[in-house]
Structures are given as structure tokens and as C-alpha cells.
């Protein structure tokens, strides 16, 4: 990063400066990305009014061969306040990577963007509309919540490896011991990131009383204050910053890791209780951080493969019946039913009806009772006849058994004296 961007990109953010980029290779920064047109290769490409404040995310990738996709690489950068700054990298063609420039590469770089308005025009400018969106996708993402996650800014970060298929699930990784951060020892490398453990250890849980833990398991609001006193340094804020870091690495590099972490803490904020009238604030802010993410997923989200069974779809119902109960605060109703509006207009879901999460293979079996005409049809004669009290009959009968047992006196074959017309049985 250097200083002295151009008086008019003080006003409009800082940039981002690519050398000698290759072209075909897919760059972007936040939502914003576009693949080196074959003209720019070897020239300066890159981005221009990046607001300063918020941490962004610039990632790039090359397209494998044959078009099987494009394994991304990012890197976490934040500009200061002034805005008067850029942040250059080099196309390096042997590794296929961007690297650091040296100060003096750098320099002439950032000179060439401020005095050279071919340079300029070769930098795609940020929206305001993209800023937004971005400030409300990543708004809570601190330098704290980088460095605790192992992936501050200027390192780059990998989509990291899958976990296994028993992983899937939200809720099974508290039986794994939390993996170990691990810090390349060489720059340059890309880090996977490291996610903050959701679940106590089993000591914690240990000392609870039954009915702590009875507590526990129906209301995750215990887990939430463990989590925000303990993990997260009594800030909620940096809970919505994982929250949102996990987010933006699934929708940016595909990292399916972060798509489990974001599972998680959604899970976990929709099922708490108590929290709801101790912190309502948490939970406005989480809708408004929730619908910004449903706002960059695709229509087909809740019946796609990666929302698993549709996990967010029960996790929505779920986060309205609690937020919409009449005692709470006025601002929270109104929050969960701007979210139901957005469902329904987006998703076309419905988040406020329990039938909504009822999946058609999960759905019970309805099996209607064959009609007494079709039953006699087939030579076979109905188990009732019509207009007898069959279960007055029945309970006669079962008496009558139970005092034969009873008596034991003879054959247990006996008559029911029915007056309404009952057969001898």
C-alpha cells in the first residue's frame, strides 16, 4: 500500500493497482469482478474508488483447462481513512500468482494511475450502490475478527479443504477437537482460515446442573453467552463479523469450511430464547445481516443442494415465531416481517407458515381409507358395519375379556348382550 492517490480519488476511495496482469485471469474485489480483457495483459488493470473503513475482499483466480472452474485465491485489504491510497500487486507468470511489488515498482505504479488517464480508465470504479451492499455484507468484519480467524490483511487466504461428510450436519463438529492454526512459514503463501470453536469443552458442560442442561438443550441462548463472554470478548459485534466472514469467503472462494461455519452461527442465533428479551438489539442487527446475505444468493437457494435439506428455511421459521411474540420490543416485529416481506417477494417462501418447512419427502403419508362398497367388491366384508357403536361395543368386550382372564373358568368364548343390534361374537 502507497500513499498519494489524485485529489479526486480522495473523495472516491482508494485503488487497486494490477501489474503486467495476464489475461483471462479473473480479478474482483467485494461483488465486483471482471475477467483481464486480452488488450490490458501486460498493462495496469484494476479498481479505483474502493471506500475506505470497511475490510475488502480481493480475490483472483485462472480458469482451469477444459473450464472445470476457477480455484480463487483473496487477500483482505483496508484503507485508511484519507482514502489517498493503492494498493499494488504484481502478475507473477511462474506461480501463476499475484505478489508484492518493491517500493519503487509500487511508487511508479501508483504515479501512472494518478497522472495517466488511459492508466484511470483501465480502473473499473466502485459503485455507490456496491459500496453499500458491501457495507452491509461486511460491515462487522473487524482487523480482530481477521487476525482471531488467521487471515488478517495483506496475507492471502485459501478456500481451505472440505470437511469430511460428517461435518455436514450443524452441530457435529463439537465431538472434533478444534484444529490448530497453521501459519505458512514462507510470505507470500496462502492460509486457510481458522474459525472460532461454537460449542463449549466437555468440562464446561460437566459442570451444569440437569436442569442447566435441559436449558442448554432447548434454548441456545446459554451457548450464546458462553460464546460472547468467552470466545468473542464480550462483543456481539464480532459474533455478526464471523458471521459475515464466513459468508463472504463461501460466496467469493467457495470455501465450503466457511459455508459450515455460516451454517452454524445462523443455526445458532435462530435458536435462542431467553437472548431474544435480554439482547433484542443482537437480533435486530442479525436480521439486517441475514438479508443481506439472502440478497446474494441465488432464487433457488432454499431448495439448492448447499442449503441442505433446508436447513436455512427451518432456521427462518424458527428465528420469526420467537422474534414476532407480542412481548417483544416493537422494532424487533418490525424487523423479522420486513424479512418475511423479502422472503416472499425473492424466495417466494413464506417464513411465517410452519407448513414452509415441511419437504415433500418428510411430509407424513396420507392414506385414504378404501370406501365399504370397494371393500365388500372384493369379496372381502368391512371391519364395521355402518351404524353400529363400535366403540361402545368395544369397550363392552374388553371388560368382558378382562374378567374371563380373570375368572378363568371355562373356554373364553362367551356372547355380548348388545341391545343396539350387536352380533354374538
Not at 110 to 130: E, I, N, W
Request: proline share 5%; charged share 20%.
Amino acid at each position: 500500500v502507497v500513499q498519494g492517490m489524485a485529489e479526486e480519488d480522495t473523495a472516491e476511495g482508494g485503488a487497486v493497482v494490477l501489474v503486467d496482469a495476464a489475461a483471462g485471469v479473473e480479478v474482483g474485489i467485494d461483488l465486483l469482478s471482471f475477467a483481464v480483457p486480452g488488450d490490458a495483459a501486460g498493462s495496469v488493470a484494476g479498481f479505483r474508488g474502493v471506500p475506505p473503513g470497511c475490510a475488502h475482499l480481493l480475490h483472483y483466480g485462472v480458469q482451469a483447462d477444459g473450464g472445470g472452474g476457477c480455484l480463487k485465491t483473496g487477500v483482505f485489504v483496508r484503507f485508511g481513512g484519507g482514502g489517498q491510497e493503492a494498493c499494488v500487486l504484481r502478475w507473477e507468470t511462474r506461480d501463476e500468482d499475484f505478489v508484492c511489488c518493491d517500493e519503487v515498482a509500487a511508487a511508479n505504479a501508483a504515479a501512472a494511475a494518478r497522472g495517466s488517464p488511459a492508466v484511470r480508465a483501465r480502473l473499473v470504479p466502485c459503485t455507490p450502490q456496491l459500496r453499500m451492499q458491501w457495507e452491509a455484507l461486511a460491515g462487522y468484519v473487524s482487523d480482530v475478527c481477521l487476525r482471531r480467524c488467521n487471515v488478517p490483511c495483506g496475507t492471502k487466504v485459501s478456500p481451505g479443504a472440505a470437511p469430511g461428510d460428517d461435518d455436514g450436519a450443524a452441530g457435529k463438529s463439537r465431538a472434533r477437537a478444534p484444529p490448530s492454526q497453521v501459519t505458512p512459514y514462507f510470505e507470500g503463501i496462502a492460509r486457510a482460515p481458522h474459525f472460532a470453536e461454537l460449542w463449549p469443552p466437555k468440562e464446561e458442560l460437566a459442570r451444569m446442573t440437569t436442569a442447566e442442561r435441559t436449558q442448554y438443550c432447548h434454548d441456545a441462548s446459554t451457548r450464546l453467552a458462553w460464546l460472547i463472554g468467552g470466545t468473542f470478548g464480550g462483543s456481539e459485534d464480532e459474533l455478526l463479523g464471523e458471521a459475515q466472514l464466513a459468508f463472504v469467503l463461501f460466496l467469493l472462494l467457495s470455501s465450503y469450511a466457511a459455508l459450515i461455519h455460516w451454517k452454524n452461527i445462523v443455526t445458532l442465533l435462530c435458536g435462542c430464547h431467553t437472548a431474544v428479551t435480554t439482547n433484542p438489539q443482537l437480533f435486530a442487527k442479525f436480521v439486517g445481516v441475514l438479508q443481506a446475505q439472502l440478497l446474494c444468493v441465488g432464487e433457488d437457494f432454499f431448495t439448492d443442494v448447499l442449503a441442505e435439506k433446508n436447513f436455512i428455511l427451518v432456521s427462518l421459521v424458527a428465528l420469526r415465531e420467537t422474534l414476532a411474540a407480542e412481548e417483544n420490543p416493537q422494532f424487533l416485529r418490525d424487523a423479522v416481517n420486513s424479512l418475511r416481506d423479502f422472503t416472499k417477494g425473492r424466495f417466494g417462501v413464506d417464513i411465517a407458515s410452519a407448513d414452509a418447512v415441511m419437504l415433500d419427502e418428510e411430509a407424513p403419508a396420507v392414506v385414504e381409507e378404501p370406501p365399504v362398497a370397494a371393500a365388500a367388491s372384493v369379496g372381502r366384508q368391512p371391519l364395521v358395519r355402518p351404524g353400529h357403536a363400535f366403540t361402545e361395543r368395544r369397550g363392552r368386550l374388553a371388560a368382558a375379556l378382562s374378567k374371563a382372564n380373570t375368572a378363568r373358568q371355562g373356554p373364553l368364548s362367551f356372547s355380548v348382550d348388545d341391545s343396539d343390534g350387536g352380533e354374538q361374537l
